[in-house]
């Protein structure tokens, strides 16, 4: 089982994104319990502040007796002399702390609560300043929280910077991976190299000498097939035209050997073109610039071209629905996309059955449909109809490269091309063929390539 690998720069991005959170989530809890330590400084000098200005300044502001501190969030105050037992001015006579505590600062339990208690001496009174424990903490901890706010604020706006910043370094990837899927035969461009990343330097440049090595096989590729095409027809076409000025010579009794040998020699003359007619579409070699064609045409050229043969096997061909469609191709390889699936549909067909051909445009596509009435294919066989050389029935006469041919031309123009048994409770096939449909130029109104 495999498992599709993520992208290098989402891989880039959550790495980058889970690193700085860490820190962050680490300063932060750092922050955290600074802030902790901090306010609890904080409020221990202010203890300690209030204790000395009760001695310096605001003693007498300090009541002899109180009922209670009117807010439990409030520090109370002691002031202890050496005349009395019980403190000589207090804020909250509720709360009595440890006279005897040591100068400084001490945590005491006094009615089941927590204290944080200043103590200061002075030769004839103590002082106490106290506060809850429970309250210095939530102040604490409200303070830490307001320290801690920035951090989540940050995190998600680091992640927001990392994903902007990673697409943006990567868009010139991007670019570049568009033009590299661009390549094929007939568009071996060199990648530009002006502007790119050091990195991606070395990259492009293998790239660039790999384009060089295609074009240079393309064309020798090319070469071949053309000096092919010259001296593979020439003898054939040779001996076509000496078997023709031989036939009123061949005795009565040898005819019939004779035919055989001249039909020998179509059969190789007809099998010669069409592997050139493959060679030149796998290589997507083409003599002519592609047009603006109308299928509807090139579809009614073909079957009047092939009605002889039709009429002669009493099979009826025609068109029951031809849409106005046009595409972009060279007209030698729309007819022998058309004549070939054709071709196919009157070797297979019974005499007396029917070929039909429609013609629609839907979609942005141009579709082409050739219907028959012969005996179909085992469903086990229809992965192999586009195979080189594979034959259905060894009883038709055929080379098996006539759906090759169609399906290299098809997928040269952008285009697709099935083959299925009929599906209406009628045997034969249904060849389906589509290709893209010419798009007008927007400030023309035209159609062109």
């Known amino acids: 089982m495999f498992v599709k690998a993520r992208s290098l720069s989402t891989q880039l991005i959550v790495s980058l994104g889970v690193l700085l959170s860490i820190f962050g989530t680490v300063q932060g809890i750092s922050s955290y319990h600074l802030a902790l330590v901090g306010v609890n400084a904080l409020l221990d000098g202010r203890l300690s502040n209030v204790a000395g200005r009760i001695r310096d300044v605001f003693e007498a502001a300090i009541p002899h007796q109180s009922a209670g501190s009117g807010n439990a969030d409030d520090i109370v105050v002691l002031v ?53 424990v429970a309250v210095r903490e939530r102040m604490a901890e409200a303070s830490a929280a307001r320290a801690l706010m920035p951090i989540f604020v940050l995190i998600p706006a680091v992640w927001i910077a990392v994903y902007f910043c990673v697409r943006r370094a990567f868009g010139v990837l991007g670019r570049l991976g568009r033009r590299v899927q661009a390549i094929d035969s007939s568009n071996l461009e060199a990648l530009p190299e002006a502007g790119l990343p050091v990195e991606l330097e070395p990259f492009v440049s293998s790239i660039n000498r790999m384009i060089e090595r295609l074009n240079e096989s393309m064309r020798l590729e090319r070469d071949f097939i053309s000096d092919a095409a010259h001296e593979l027809r020439t003898p054939l076409t040779a001996l076509k035209l000496q078997a023709d000025n031989l036939q009123g010579d061949i005795a009565p009794q040898n005819r019939e ?76 390889d729309l007819r022998a996309v058309v004549k070939n699936l054709v071709g196919n549909a009157l070797r297979y067909t019974p005499e007396g059955g029917a070929v039909d051909l429609h013609v629609h445009a839907a979609e942005g596509v141009a579709r082409i449909e050739v219907t028959d009435t012969g005996p179909g294919i085992p469903e086990e066989l229809l992965p192999r109809v586009f195979d080189r050389f594979f034959r259905v029935s060894q009883s038709v006469e055929g080379s098996g490269l006539g759906l090759a041919i169609v399906r290299a031309i098809v997928v040269r123009y952008g285009g697709s091309v099935t083959l299925a048994n009929r599906k209406d409770g009628r045997s034969g096939l249904r060849a389906v063929v589509t290709l893209p449909l010419l798009r007008p130029r927007a400030e023309a109104g035209i159609q062109v390539c």
């Not at 001490?106 to 208690?117: G, H, L, P, T, Y």
């Not at 629905?321 to 030698?332: F, G, H, I, K």
Request: aromatic share 4%; charged share 20%; with cysteine.
């Open 80 to 132: 202890w002399t050496a005349q009395h037992k019980s403190p000589a001015r207090t804020t909250d006579s509720a709360v009595v702390l440890n006279r005897d505590s040591p100068t400084g600062f001490s945590d005491q339990i006094v009615n089941r609560e927590a204290w944080r208690v200043y103590t200061l001496v002075t030769y004839n009174e103590v002082i106490q300043v106290a506060q809850r």
């Open 257 to 332: 050997r004779f035919q055989a040998l001249r039909h020998g020699i179509e059969r190789t003359s007809t099998l010669v073109s069409q592997l050139l007619q493959l060679a030149r579409a796998d290589a997507q070699i083409s003599t002519t610039a592609p047009s603006a064609l109308e299928v509807t045409e090139v579809v009614s050229s073909v079957v009047s071209e092939l009605l002889p043969i039709a009429t002669q096997r009493r099979i009826d061909i025609g068109g029951e629905e031809l849409m106005s469609a046009r595409v972009c191709a060279t007209e030698s």
